[in-house]
């Protein structure tokens, strides 16, 4: 018998569903004005801060990959959520003395960034038996500075792209899937992800299975279809406003 639910339950369905009604118009308005097809583009639900149960609310409304950038948070959810048919994408900036956890659970990795990253992920990989999708994070900083120096959104510089990329094509339990970026601070993300869509390019010319580009949020989503995106990450547009995270 199962268990009767609640109207606060219910509620908060309904907003997500209502939620997830709006994100899916307005991708598919993206892909109309971008001549692409709605199933182009696969929308990543960002769950940071929020509770397993609304995974299980994404889960039963049809959403198939969920993205965390905690590992904390994430590692709890996952084993909370491990039978439901979830593809888990970790999003965030990943230390080395993390990547042991987030190997265990994290199908994607979209914040690779150094060769250091790029041998832990691999050796962790293998002993937890399971192949990790990677994405090498690209900074987009339009401003100088070498190739693998980090900006304030994270990443390697576009000209550092294509000797990590190799690095992680050449490692055991990893899969080089394609790249990733977040467009910079008070910048127009339009040309921002137009010089990510270059990358890309370049990126699958080198590695012609890497095709995922991962790119825009809740409040850019439009231009990073529009300039070649596969995958969106959407948190706030489906989920609401961040709540304070609590260790």
Request: charged share 25%; aromatic share 2%; proline share 5%.
């Amino acid at each position: 018998m199962t268990s009767p639910t609640s109207s606060s339950d219910l509620s908060r369905r309904d907003e997500i569903a209502a939620n997830l009604a709006a994100v899916e118009e307005r991708i598919e308005q993206a892909c109309r004005e971008a001549g692409r097809a709605r199933s182009e583009i696969t929308l990543i639900a960002v769950t940071k801060t929020y509770p397993a149960a609304d995974v299980r609310i994404l889960s039963g409304l049809g959403v198939g990959d969920v993205g965390e950038n905690r590992d904390q948070e994430a590692a709890a959810k996952a084993r909370e959520c491990a039978e439901l048919p979830l593809t888990w994408h970790f999003i965030g900036q990943l230390q080395t003395n993390k990547v042991r956890s987030v190997a265990g659970y994290a199908d994607v990795v979209h914040s690779v960034d150094r060769p250091r990253l790029v041998s832990a992920l691999g050796r962790e990989a293998v002993r937890a038996g399971r192949e990790i999708g990677c994405l090498i994070q690209v900074d987009l900083d339009p401003s100088e500075g070498p190739a693998d120096g980090p900006g304030a959104r994270g990443g390697v510089r576009p000209d550092g792209v294509l000797d990590l990329a190799a690095l992680v094509e050449e490692a055991e339990g990893l899969r080089l899937d394609g790249i990733m970026a977040v467009a910079p601070l008070d910048e127009d993300p339009g040309p921002a992800f137009a010089r990510l869509a270059e990358v890309a390019r370049a990126v699958r010319k080198a590695h012609p299975a890497a095709t995922t580009v991962s790119a825009g949020m809740s409040g850019d989503l439009s231009q990073a279809v529009a300039h070649g995106a596969t995958h969106v990450r959407v948190g706030t547009a489906l989920l609401g406003r961040r709540r304070p995270f609590v260790r």
